[in-house]
């Protein structure tokens, strides 16, 4: 088998490395008297410190912090890139997942693992088709197969995260919030399951969210969608987000009484082809305002089960006041992408987009 893929590079020189915990706190009425809730984090700053704001980078679902830190193809990741760029790198591992510890006697049981789920939403798309974009998979590194190489490294990555959803949104949203109180102003950028903390972040300190870079975030908005392939494609779920975009409720305006919901309605039939039907406010819709001060991008690729959705969050965004570029790869001539481009095999070109943004704005 052929070994990691290299690329001749002028060294990368780190000014300064380390680790810390971000949030938590003792719980002292558990057995042991634990410290619960924290967040481990890792940062380099680069010798050549250009950029105005240092990265966050949080991963998604059954992820963790190396999705930012290498590809599985052996080429550098979305953390040494930007790190070339000028910016200092903050990467996590969610709580109590990777090196953030785990206390199944506060934090609730761990979901399982399944690898069907990694090939079908992940690795290999185009094997199950279970979305009409799934065919257009071509990017990813190597052959999505058990004893291949690049396969299993990234199937040894896969880490288990809590069952609780709803909890994992509470714990993360805090422990990021504690970083970004001890680092100061910084963009924020979440993938995937992490997308749900990110508006909780940006909605709660938008002085401190430079920037929000939410690449394929959970969703789409009020309710989820079942991928159940041809002929009929998706089916909406019944579980209801109480933000909208998450568990966790956003600050609106008019406010939300305590046990008071959003009026919500369905498009008629899809605003795009191939697309699921989006649910949106009923009008007048209610505002986002802390939001509406946040630059935002969001980032959906050609083929990931993404594609017939991130749209919805666009529209229940902007309804509610918020602006945000929102970017097809596609439309950028990138092809081919499943959810996790991060590290596929044209990662770099991607995190291209990212930093124009960046510098942009």
């Keep these: 088998m052929a070994g990691p893929k290299t690329v001749d590079r002028e060294p990368l020189v780190i000014a300064k490395q380390g680790y810390f915990y971000a949030g938590g706190a003792y719980r ?51 953390a040494q890139y930007f790190l070339r760029r000028g910016h200092a790198v903050y990467v996590v591992d969610q709580v109590a997942r990777g090196r953030s510890p785990w206390h199944p006697d506060v934090q609730g049981p761990l979901a399982p693992l399944d690898r069907e789920f990694a090939d079908r939403r992940f690795a290999a798309p185009s094997r199950f088709e279970h979305w009409p974009q799934a065919r257009l998979h071509s990017q990813w590194p190597g052959e999505a197969a058990a004893g291949e190489t690049h396969y299993d490294a990234f199937i040894a990555t896969q880490t288990p995260s809590l069952a609780d959803y709803a909890e994992q949104q509470r714990l993360n949203s805090a422990a990021l919030i504690a970083l970004f109180e001890r680092i100061g102003p910084a963009v924020l950028m979440v993938h995937s399951q992490s997308g749900a903390f990110g508006w909780v972040v940006a909605d709660r300190r938008p002085d401190l969210v430079a920037a929000l870079v939410a690449l394929e975030p959970n969703g789409p908005p009020l309710r989820d969608v079942a991928n159940l392939g041809a002929p009929h494609w998706f089916a ?18 008019p406010p939300l009484g305590d046990d008071e919901r959003l009026d919500y ?17 009923q009008e007048p819709a209610r505002q986002l305002p802390h939001l509406a001060k946040v630059k935002i991008l969001m980032l959906t690729a050609e ?19 918020v602006k945000l570029d929102h970017i097809y790869l596609a439309d950028r001539g990138i092809k081919g992408n499943g959810h996790m481009f991060m590290i596929e095999k044209n990662s770099d070109e991607i995190a291209g987009v990212v930093a124009e943004w960046l510098e942009k704005s």
């Design 28 to 78: 002292d009425g558990s057995a042991g008297a634990p410290f619960v809730g924290q967040m481990y984090v890792e940062y380099q700053i680069p010798q050549e410190l250009k950029a105005p704001h240092p990265i966050v980078m949080v991963h998604g679902g059954q992820q963790n912090g190396t999705n930012w830190t290498g590809t599985p193809d052996g080429r550098e990741g979305w």
């Design 236 to 253: 909406d779920e019944g579980r209801y987000k109480i933000s909208g975009l998450g568990d966790v409720q956003l600050t609106w305006e």
């Design 265 to 281: 309605v369905q498009e008629a039939a899809p605003s795009r082809p191939d697309c699921v039907r989006c649910w949106s406010q």
């Design 303 to 321: 083929a990931s089960y993404h594609a017939p959705y991130d749209h919805c969050t666009t529209i229940f965004l902007r309804q509610a006041g």
